[in-house]
C-alpha cells in the first residue's frame, strides 16, 4: 500500500479543482460591477464618480482622485437644486454630488442604499415631517383657494362661468396640496403616511421601489423620496426636514422586510432562487 496511490486520487483531485474554480466563477459573477455616473460642467470639465461595493471614487477634473470607503462617510448634506455633499468622517473633507449629474436619482439612491446597508442595523423608528417651506407653500396655495372660492360664492354668483373658471383653475393643485404626505414614520411593520386628507399604513410588502428623484426645473429643483406600491401608485414625499435620512429609514425597514420574507419562504422556493 505504501508504494501505491489510489486509482481515484487523480479524479479526486481533478473533481475538487473543477468544484474550486466553479465557486472562483460564481462569485467573479455575483461579484456586481462599479457604476460609472458623469457630470459635465459648463466648462465642459468632467466629474466622475465610480461605485463600488466598499466605496466610492470621485475623480474631480485636473486633481487627484479620491477614494472613499462607506465606513468614512459621516452624513449626506443637501444644498438644494445644486448639490448634495458627502461628508467624511474628518469633517475637513466634501465630496459633492452635483444635480446636473447623468442619472444623478440613480447615483444618490445607490449611495443611500450603500449607507443603508452598512448603518441598518442603528436604525430605530423616528417621525418625519415636513420643513417650514413645505407648510407655507401649502398654507399659501390653500389660502388663495379659500378666497377665490368665498369670492365666487359672494360675489360671482351671476357670473357662473367665472366662476368655474376659476373652480378649475385652483382645485386640482389644491387637490395636489391636500394629498401630499406631511408626516411620515417608518415603523418596524409598517410605512406611516399621512397628509391634510388621511392617514395610511402600508404594509412594507406592497412596497416594490424605493428611490429618489428631482422634482422642479432648471432654475429651482429639489429633492423628493418616491415610494413606488405593488398597485402602480406612488407617493411622492418632499420638502421634508432630513429627507436623505428618512430614505435612509425607510429603506432599511423594507429591507428588513423583505429579509424576513424571504425567510419564511419553503425551502422549495429558496432552491428556485439559488444558482445551479
Not at 81 to 89: D, Q, S
Not at 231 to 251: P, V
Request: hydrophobic share 40%; glycine share 6%.
Amino acid at each position: 500500500m505504501t508504494g501505491r496511490q489510489s486509482p481515484f486520487g487523480h479524479e479526486r483531485h481533478a473533481e475538487h479543482l473543477s468544484g474550486v474554480r466553479r465557486s472562483v466563477a460564481w462569485i467573479t459573477m455575483s461579484m456586481p460591477e462599479p457604476q460609472t455616473y458623469i457630470f459635465e460642467s459648463d466648462r465642459h470639465q468632467a466629474h466622475s464618480y465610480e461605485v463600488g461595493a466598499s466605496g466610492l471614487t470621485y475623480r474631480p477634473p485636473g486633481r487627484k482622485s479620491i477614494a472613499v470607503r462607506w465606513e468614512d462617510v459621516q452624513y449626506l448634506d443637501d444644498v438644494s437644486g445644486l448639490k448634495v455633499n458627502i461628508v467624511l468622517n474628518e469633517d475637513t473633507m466634501t465630496i459633492p454630488l452635483f444635480y446636473a449629474t447623468q442619472q444623478f436619482p440613480a447615483l444618490l439612491t445607490t449611495v443611500c442604499s450603500k449607507l443603508a446597508e452598512l448603518h441598518g442595523n442603528k436604525i430605530g423608528t423616528q417621525t418625519f415631517k415636513g420643513s417650514l417651506a413645505y407648510f407655507v407653500h401649502s398654507g399659501l396655495v390653500l389660502g388663495v383657494f379659500v378666497v377665490l372660492m368665498l369670492g365666487g360664492v359672494f360675489y360671482l354668483y351671476r357670473f357662473t362661468a367665472a366662476w368655474l373658471f376659476i373652480l378649475t383653475v385652483t382645485l386640482p393643485m389644491t387637490g395636489y396640496i391636500l394629498l401630499q404626505p406631511h408626516t411620515v414614520a417608518p415603523g418596524d411593520d409598517m410605512l406611516f403616511v399621512r397628509d391634510f386628507v388621511r392617514t395610511r399604513f402600508i404594509d412594507y410588502t406592497r412596497i416594490k421601489r424605493v428611490a429618489f428623484d428631482v422634482h422642479g426645473d432648471q432654475y429651482a429643483s429639489f429633492l423628493c423620496v418616491l415610494v413606488q406600491l405593488t398597485n402602480g401608485r406612488t407617493i411622492k414625499i418632499q420638502r421634508f426636514e432630513n429627507l436623505i435620512l428618512l430614505f435612509i429609514f425607510i429603506k432599511t425597514k423594507w429591507d428588513r422586510s423583505r429579509e424576513k420574507t424571504s425567510e419564511n419562504l419553503p425551502l422549495s422556493q429558496h432552491g428556485k432562487n439559488s444558482p445551479d
